[in-house]
């Protein structure tokens, strides 16, 4: 039952997939040539000072890569399902409810990491190129919440498609974007250093908040 | 059971949200604004006066007893900060004490450094430049590596991003040979070019011993400081200054302030009480005749005078009610049993700190539960499916309140 699911989460994200990957890749060259073009205009120092001192954050056009990924697999994973009430149709098979929206959204998470790791690996690697250690883990902390911001937004999404009623959509709406306001505050570096695994802690729960919502739809709550 | 925990994720999310947005919400609409008074030590009057700004009426200015005083009477009191102005009206004094006027002399002999909470925590890439103290040039400029501290100096040529192995070896040695215990602890120092000399780096060594490196014609100069090591040190503010009285104010946990001063680093402590340095403003003030030194936050304002071998002269305290306290301040904290801090003015990092009302919550999780059970009582609500309901509004209050209601409990298989 799971690989048939896989394989129909494959059939329906399989584009995102190519796409996002693609677009990672080109930013991240994009960010290589854009760090280069600096060095030679402003020598590498002067690069280094404006990193440290001025608190320039040269990896800042990926800040809302993670939401949008995470967005867009949700959109493409469950939208279908809700349009024409399909899903009532998924509600039929021979698994309970609660397990097939947590391998749904297992599935796209999942595919959602593999994309924030690509970012990481891909963002770790350029920057030491031209970057000692102190700022390329000042990069790693300064991202994280941006990652973090994807991973909720994902679920979050999935929550407000999975919503039958309007009214709930709007509320959950309007909570989902003051939350993920509150991961893309920083003005500068390492500035969620001391309290980011407390956001961590609220985002651990997450992944259960599709339930609730399915269970309205089946229950036929508009 | 998953799906019931599911609700009160979203609930709990409402909650954690309603509770960063709306005690600001609140705050926005409510909050009338004041600033923090300006105190100054008039050397004509041997007494304080103050400035206050506020929205509705602007800049306002007081004498120490609370008297208003005009802007131009303030201007006149203060010679040595309005003296341009004193000289266009033509009544610059001839002498002020036993200091003879003269607007060159009074400009070499201010100094002013503003130190606020936020440079306590704010975060910084450990990686410094070293800049060169006895340039061949006029102005400094910046050199063309940076060092970092491990268990020896390494300093790195940014154009390679690799490590410049002599020049280390040879601070590494001359650091060593001062006494320096690698890896250090602290880097203090004021990197820019926008001063007029370099006065390098104090550094505080693994015994807590404070070094002061500078390179001085591409030569290492490292000297082991007089200052005690079971200071404390908290932070060293490095200001160059023409004047070349002090290095700069270092700040020790417990909330003391020295002065590093020339005269091989003696400390000179700063005769204050009650300042903190996590939430208070802290200026000082160098003028020919006192030395000022101003802290304050929105509780209360401090200033303390004394001559200028440091000896106490006088002291002004003012008493502001802080927001919490007016009247608008209780309501806010009766209605909201807590709220979520994320930004403060008082450091540059984002935070997620939960501040109680202990008190006076208990006001609005009793008028919550009343609420709650006025409005379930026309309404079915079963409670033996929902009790925890009940549990998240008197833990929360009105947050909980608003939450439960927004979303409804299921129909429980």
Known sequence: ?????????????RWVVIISFLAVFITLIYIQLEVRHYIELMTAFANWLYIVQRKMLYYEIF????????AVISILQFVPEMSKNRMRLSYHLPISEKKLLLSMTFIGFSLLIVNLAIIIGGLVEISYIYYPTEIVQSMLFTIFPWLLGGIAIYFLTSTIILEPSWKYRIILIIIAFAFLKLLFMEGGYNEYQFSIWKYVLIIVFFPLMVLFPGHRFRKGIN | MLTKLSRYIIILLIIIVAAVYLPNFYWMIFQKSVGSPSIY???LKDDFVYRQWNRLTGSKYYDSVGNTITDREFRIT???FYYNDLAKWGILPDSVKAFEFDK????AEMQMLRINSKDFHDPLIQLWPLIESQSKYSRLSMPDEFFRITDRIEFIDPDSNKVIEDMSEMFTNAMKEAGFKFPDKFIFGNPTTRKSFDEGYFIVDNENNTYHLKKIKGKPFCKKTSIPNDLDIKRIFIQENSRKEFYGLLFTNSNDVYLITYENYKLIKLPIQNY??????????????????????NEKSISVV??????????????STPKENTIAGKIERSLFLFDINTQSSNTQYINFNININYLFGLIGIALSLI??????????????ENWFDIVIITLTGVYGLVAVLIIKPGYWD
């Open chain 2, 104 to 107: 060159k002399k009074v400009k």
């Open chain 2, 276 to 297: 903190d340095s996590d939430k208070m403003k802290f200026i000082f003030i160098a003028d020919p005749l006192f030395r000022t030194i101003n802290f304050s936050d």
């Open chain 2, 78 to 80: 203060l010679p040595f």
């Open chain 1, 63 to 70: 800040k809302y890569f993670p939401l949008i990924i995470g």
């Open chain 2, 371 to 384: 609420i709650f059970f006025i409005i379930k009582r026309k309404k079915q609500f079963n409670y033996k």
């Open chain 2, 41 to 43: 030590y008039s050397p």
């Open chain 1, 1 to 13: 039952m799971f690989k048939s699911i896989i394989y129909k989460e494959w059939i329906k994200t």
């Open chain 2, 306 to 319: 004394t001559d200028k071998n440091y000896n106490f002269v006088d002291k002004f305290e003012i008493i």
